[in-house]
């Protein structure tokens, strides 16, 4: 794993130029992806990347909790210019955090991270043709502001400071602890415990065989159950091909390998849900004991990819069911008790701990308050343009990744597409690119996702539109052709010069 950078190891705040060409927000996966983008395809640009923590990793950083790891590969979820090098496809937290803060000191790019910088505020101005920025600086909150010609906001999906967390009847009673694994106690002792995990996604899937190796016995408690499927750790292709050919062609080719499997596989649920449905229930059958009731507890009522589908490691969840560490539960909670949680059904799972692995809070742009000439903004008001941009916002930027794939494939495209757009503007002594949509296109929800967390957010994401470029896609080749070859000068965004 990379040296942990600190905001100790940052340049001073105050002496840091203040106005910078680009402002990057966020210091995770995809904001070090942005800033090596842009050092190496526009170098005469100086930029700055804000982080609110203080750390590099985003995600990464954050998250702690027991067998936290990537849920897709890593030869897709690591960056095109720094291909993953270990021979395991599936890795924990700590390595993919260690992958990005060693690309980032690689790159250079620490130097450019000014930590505990969280932005509250984005308003731009016409007559500069400039963003300027206001954040709140560490524990102090002392007011900084920054202005930029170009933002670039690559802050994640989600609230890292608060987490979906439903209140469930008579919480008070019980008498264990209870966790959320967005918060998950550094001390927390569970060897030995009884645990009972509430939950069904990614990180319920990610976390119990992890909780199993030294718990007395865990418990998935699921209102309903999700897609799972499992997926070996070791991709033994791509290290084949390591063997043959030069590593880093080899790291591209399974990267492509990887990217089209995928979306071979999304487009089949999409187009033959019951064909893929019955591949996949099939495969969790065969990794289970005969006596197992697999139509109860692993047969979604939803069609594949409808909710983003989990992978088990090598099998590693039925493997723990299968020795008698994990027992699955499909159920609703009727109340907690002194001892546990009391099920609809009548039946009581004892407990000395309880994790509600419940989900996620959406927060598309970091939750910065934006104006436009004094003009608030209203995100939900406006229409994603190429999934990268939105509707009568100049010079603004976002990272919004794949709900069916990596996230760093996109956001590797939405870089280069960034750069592609201020190479465009400088060649022709353009300063402001704003999206604009015919107001009679019919819109459509951002996401075609029926997930927890994206039902609860529809009314704050912005929409998507019913035609190109205006579609948000859950595509890579589609995406690679729009941002990194259609035309810039689409006639759907707007170019002006600075008066």
Sequence with gaps: MGNLISQHGSEDAASAPQNVDVLIIGAGLAGIGAAVHLQRRCPQKSYAILEARDAIGGTWDLFRFPGVRSDSDMFTLGYSFRPWASSNAITDGSS?????????????????????????????????????????????????????????????????????????????????????????????????????????????????????????????????????????????????????????????????????????????????????????IGMVQKQLPADFDVTKHFTPRYNPWVQRVCVVPDGDLFKAIGRGSVSVVTDQIDAFTANGIRLKSGTELAADIVVTATGLELNLLGGIEFTVDGVQIDVSKHTAYKGAMLSDLPNMAYTFGYTNASWTLKADLTAKYVCRLLRHMDARGLAVATPRRDPAMTEEPFLDFTSGYVVRARDILPKQGCVRPWKVYQNYFLDAFTLGVGRIDDGVLEFAVLH
Excluded at 130 to 154: N, V
Excluded at 234 to 257: E, I, M, T, Y
Aim: charged share 20%; net charge positive.
């Design 96 to 280: 993919i955090k260690g992958y990005i803060v060693d690309a980032a000191h690689e790159a250079g790019v620490e130097s450019r991270i000014r930590f505990g910088h969280r932005v509250t505020k984005a308003a731009w101005c016409s007559d500069s043709a400039r963003w300027t920025i206001e954040a709140a600086r560490g524990g102090t909150q002392t007011p900084a502001r920054l202005s930029c010609r170009f933002l670039y906001i690559c802050s994640g999906y989600y609230r890292y400071e608060s987490a979906y967390r439903p209140k469930f009847p008579n919480e008070s009673a019980y008498r264990g602890a209870i966790v959320h694994p967005q918060f998950w106690p550094d001390q927390l002792d569970y060897a030995g415990k009884r645990v009972v995990v509430i939950g069904s996604g990614a990180t319920a899937v990610t976390l119990i065989p992890a909780l199993a190796k030294t718990a007395a016995h865990v418990t998935m408690l699921q209102r309903s159950p999700s897609y799972v499927f499992s997926m070996p750790t070791v991709d033994a292709l791509a290290n084949g091909l390591r063997r043959w050919l030069p590593a880093n062609f080899a790291c591209h080719l399974a990267r492509l390998k990887n990217v089209f499997i995928g979306m071979l596989f999304f487009e089949l649920a999409r187009r033959r849900p019951d064909l893929a449905k019955k591949r996949l």
